[in-house]
Every structure is written in C-alpha cells, then in structure tokens.
C-alpha cells in the first residue's frame, strides 16, 4: 500500500486549501484513512478519519467545523479541505491507512500505512 499526500502550500491565515491523499491497493475500499500533522517540534497529532464507505466520520476538537474530510473510492483518493486556516495550523500533514478500524482510529500507532506528507503553512 503506498500513499501520496499533495495540496499543500503557502496560504494566508483566514483562506482554505484541499489536500488529496491518493492510495495505491486495490483494496481501499476496505480501509479507514485518517489525517494527521506534525509541527515542528510537536508530537503527531490527529485531525480526522473517515471510514471505507464515509458513513463515521471523525475529528479532532481543533478543526471540527473548519476542516472536512471526504473520499472518492472510485479513485482512490481522500480529501482533507481545510477552511478558515490558522498560523496554528502550520504543520507537515500525513494521511494514513487503518486496515482494522471500523471508524478509523485517533491513534498514529493504529495505522499501518502512511504518506511522506505535505506541508502546509499558514502566515499571519
């Protein structure tokens, strides 16, 4: 299983940007996938996790009512669309694969796969 996060970049504080989270198995549609980010010296935390067919969706406090997960299982591909960002929001996002999870666990060490990430940097 590999996976390729992308849509990260440079936006100033108020705006939005989408990240995409594209996984190569033929068997995603069987997998929860999670966000999660890292700042720089902070620990990993998690951000939100949908499960193999969106019907338990799950986010951190943080961005609840600010970020949106979604995804396309006819491509392959979770979505993180991140609205009213903040200079707080500034980290390395990773999206992760959970393959025993019904609901797509809040737990890095649940995950089995993950992406290299994307960086995302919100100015003031």
């Known amino acids: 299983v590999q996976l390729q996060a992308s849509g990260g970049g440079l936006v100033q504080a108020g705006g939005s940007l989408k990240l995409s989270c594209q996984v190569s198995?033929?068997?995603?549609?069987?997998?929860?996938v999670g966000w999660f980010r890292q700042a720089p010296g902070k620990d990993r935390e998690f951000v939100a996790a949908i499960n193999w067919s969106a019907s338990s969706i799950h986010y951190a406090d943080f961005v609840k009512g600010r970020f949106t997960i979604s995804r396309d299982n006819a491509i392959n591909t979770v979505y993180l669309q991140m609205n009213s960002l903040k200079p707080e929001d500034t980290a390395v996002y990773y999206c992760?694969?959970?393959?025993?999870?019904?609901?797509?666990?809040?737990?890095?060490?649940?995950?089995?796969?993950w992406g290299r990430g994307t960086l995302v940097t919100v100015s003031s």
């Open positions: 198995t033929p068997t995603f549609t069987r997998y929860s």
């Open positions: 992760a694969v959970d393959r025993l999870s019904y609901r797509g666990s809040s737990y890095a060490t649940d995950y089995d796969y």
